[in-house]
């Protein structure tokens, strides 16, 4: 990348920590003022990432992301105050910062990455970071990146724990050369699901504001045939050698996707075909006083934090080997949930293939029930 435009007398002076360095110097620095980055996921990840990004003057930053601000962001979401609680992340971001560094074009994409709008993002921009918290994302990111020639700067969290890299770079391996195929749906729990150390999506964010910055510059060595990963716990990290995949579909010597597919299909999470019921229906039925039977299919930790009030918790990976203690007969309805609705899924196909006859899944699973009662409170 060639030098970029001319630093004003105010990013002298607000930049002079980094013109110090030889490393960086006048020249990075323009480079920097003309480089332009893609944050997927303006959340835990997102947030810290593009703070460091602004603050060191990258000059313009993409943010995708449709979702508004919850009280529960911000025991980690940083970018985010009580004030924010209900706005669109996008435009609480954008306002912070360029309030952070008026020098920087802040670009508000409210809307969620797509097979539909994904390539035009990701070419947008010199670079795309991963910030999201979903699989099907991940691997729509990594299939944008590599199509699109476009490097990806990728990081994850889980509890405690956390891992970066490069992924997409020249000659270097992608997301699918690591994880070529999905988990099964519900193996993994989220960060609402399964919780997440507060610090932990900051220095993961971090890392990856870090290796931008090397790449943007051409310093060092960047993550590219490597993954970091840190535990918290112990402040143990490994770097792991990753090698590009000559089979990889994507990647690979002779790939096989070619353009975007179907992701919520690729890892296993359509649309849900059995019966369902709506949480305004259940919420009818209990007040009629005709209740069907409820079966949470939850961990128990998740289940301790927030509960409908089931009949009966069973855990689905431990359901096909303990049908015997379900509360309910064949002849029951029965009303499944999860978090979301993905498990309660499998679980009601359990159910019907065992012979239960009137199994229904909770449309929306806790989540679409706790709004109901918030907004009927």
């Known amino acids: 990348m060639e030098p970029g435009p001319m630093l004003t007398p105010d990013e002298h002076r607000r930049y002079s920590r980094h013109l110090t360095l030889p490393e960086v110097g006048i020249a990075g620095q323009q480079r920097l003022k003309q480089a332009s980055v893609l944050v997927v996921g303006a959340g835990g990840l997102g947030a810290p990432l593009a703070v460091?990004?602004?603050?060191?003057?990258?000059?313009?930053?993409g943010l995708v992301d449709a979702d508004v601000v919850e009280l529960s962001n911000?025991?980690?979401?940083?970018?985010?105050?009580?004030?924010?609680?209900?706005?669109l992340?996008?435009?609480?971001?954008?306002?912070?910062?360029?309030?952070?560094?008026?020098?920087v074009q802040v670009d508000r994409h409210p809307v969620r990455l797509t097979r539909d709008n994904a390539l035009?993002?990701?070419?947008a921009y010199d670079l795309v970071a991963d910030g999201t918290d979903n699989f099907p994302t991940r691997y729509l990111v990594n299939d944008a990146s590599v199509l699109t020639g476009t490097p990806n700067v990728y990081a994850s969290i889980h509890q405690f724990e956390g891992q970066a890299a490069v992924f997409g770079a020249a000659n270097g391996p992608c997301y699918r050369c690591l994880?070529?195929?999905p988990p099964a749906p519900g193996t993994v729990p989220s960060c609402a699901e399964g919780g997440v150390l507060g610090v932990l999506p900051g220095l993961l964010g971090t890392l990856q504001a870090t290796e931008i910055l090397k790449l943007l510059l051409g310093l060092g060595t960047p993550l590219v045939g490597?993954?970091?990963?840190?535990?918290?716990r112990t402040m143990a990290l490994r770097t792991l050698a990753l090698d590009r995949?000559?089979?990889?579909?994507?990647c690979g010597d002779a790939p096989t996707i070619n353009t975007l597919i179907d992701y919520e299909a690729f890892c296993g999470l359509q649309e849900p075909t059995g019966p369902t019921i709506t949480p305004e229906a259940l919420r009818a039925r209990r007040l009629q006083g005709s209740p069907p039977f409820v079966l949470d299919v939850r961990r128990p930790d998740e289940a301790a934090a927030r509960s409908l009030g089931a009949d009966q918790r069973i855990a689905v990976e431990d359901l096909p080997d303990q049908l015997g203690r379900l509360q309910a007969s064949p002849q029951d309805e029965i009303v499944v949930h999860c978090r979301s609705g993905v498990r309660s899924a499998q679980?009601?196909?359990?159910?019907?293939?065992?012979?239960?006859?009137?199994?229904?899944?909770?449309?929306?699973?806790?989540?679409?029930?706790a709004a109901l009662t918030e907004d009927t409170a």
């Open 179 to 181: 994880y070529p195929e």
């Open 347 to 369: 679980a009601q196909q359990l159910l019907l293939e065992a012979g239960y006859r009137d199994v229904k899944n909770l449309e929306g699973g806790l989540l679409a029930w």
């Open 52 to 61: 460091y990004l602004a603050a060191a003057g990258v000059g313009r930053l």
């Open 245 to 250: 995949d000559p089979d990889c579909p994507v």
């Open 89 to 103: 992340k996008v435009e609480a971001a954008c306002e912070r910062l360029q309030h952070l560094n008026p020098h």
């Open 226 to 232: 490597r993954i970091l990963r840190v535990d918290t």
């Open 120 to 123: 035009d993002l990701v070419h």
């Open 74 to 87: 911000l025991q980690r979401q940083v970018l985010y105050g009580t004030g924010d609680v209900g706005r």
